[in-house]
């Protein structure tokens, strides 16, 4: 059975940094696009970043662009997102996402497995 597992998020400042991580156990995800969601209060989830799997070509939502990096190590099966400059309104909860195909979808309903979100906070 397929788990994600995400690292836990935080209270970070704006302008501050902070790290997520999605580790992947079951499967190998290698060849398995990864993506990351997020929720802020009062809103629909939302899509933030994408990494496919065939060739480890990247996507992100216009807000994150510049600031946000999402990553993948292989050999961990794991995948990354490391969020700079963070603003107040990247607050919510941010959710993992495993597809069971290798191509570029940035439509959550494309996605089969999904992390337990972690919660990530922006003080302004």
């Known amino acids: 059975q397929v788990q994600l597992i995400e690292s836990e998020g935080g209270l970070v400042q704006a302008g501050g940094s902070l790290s997520l991580s999605c580790a992947a156990s079951?499967?190998?995800?290698?060849?398995?696009?990864m993506g990351w969601f997020r929720r802020a209060p009062g809103k629909e989830r939302e899509f933030v970043a994408v990494?496919?799997?065939?060739?480890?070509?990247?996507r992100y939502t216009d807000s994150v662009k510049g600031r946000f990096t999402i990553s993948r190590d292989n050999a961990k099966n794991t995948v990354y997102l490391q969020m700079n400059s963070l603003k107040a309104e990247d607050t919510g909860v941010y959710y993992c996402?495993?597809?069971?195909?290798?191509?570029?979808?940035?439509?959550?309903?494309?996605?089969?497995?999904w992390g337990q979100g972690t919660q990530v906070t922006v003080s302004s």
């Open positions: 996402a495993g597809a069971t195909h290798g191509f570029m979808v940035v439509d959550a309903s494309a996605y089969s497995y």
């Open positions: 079951g499967p190998t995800f290698i060849r398995n696009t």
């Open positions: 990494i496919t799997g065939n060739n480890g070509y990247t």
